[in-house]
């Protein structure tokens, strides 16, 4: 069992900056995948990033790549989504989730927990 909570998001200007921070509880001293995903108003929930356990490992959606970066800290048991010149179109609700053993699919129903969510709302 592995309970995770989001915090960071906030509202930004286009160009902006913000980082997601994800702290894990419970089994964590059992490896697992983590990722993001985010849900606007309406949509889908879509694959933003995952990363592996050893966090060298990552990939990313092609409409955040080269913007996004996912990485972890294990001895803090928290996961983060560092989010480079935002645009209006990244505004959403964003969830950290976890998965247990290696990263197999970008599809929500791989992962096993997730957070609450935190809203990233960015101003043109």
């Known amino acids: 069992q592995v309970q995770l909570v989001e915090s960071g998001g906030g509202l930004v200007q286009a160009g902006g900056t913000l980082r997601l921070s994800c702290a894990a509880s419970?089994?964590?001293?059992?490896?697992?995948?983590s990722g993001w995903f985010r849900q606007a108003p309406g949509k889908e929930r879509e694959f933003v990033a995952a990363i592996n356990w050893s966090g060298g490992w990552t990939y990313y959606a092609d409409s955040v790549k080269g913007r996004f970066t996912i990485s972890r800290d294990n001895d803090k048991n928290m996961v983060f989504l560092q989010m480079n010149s935002l645009k209006p179109e990244d505004t959403a609700v964003y969830y950290c989730?976890?998965?247990?053993?290696?990263?197999?699919?970008?599809?929500?129903?791989?992962?096993?927990?997730w957070g609450q969510g935190t809203q990233v709302t960015v101003s043109s």
């Open positions: 989730a976890a998965r247990r053993g290696v990263f197999a699919s970008s599809e929500a129903s791989g992962f096993d927990y």
């Open positions: 419970g089994r964590t001293s059992t490896a697992y995948a």
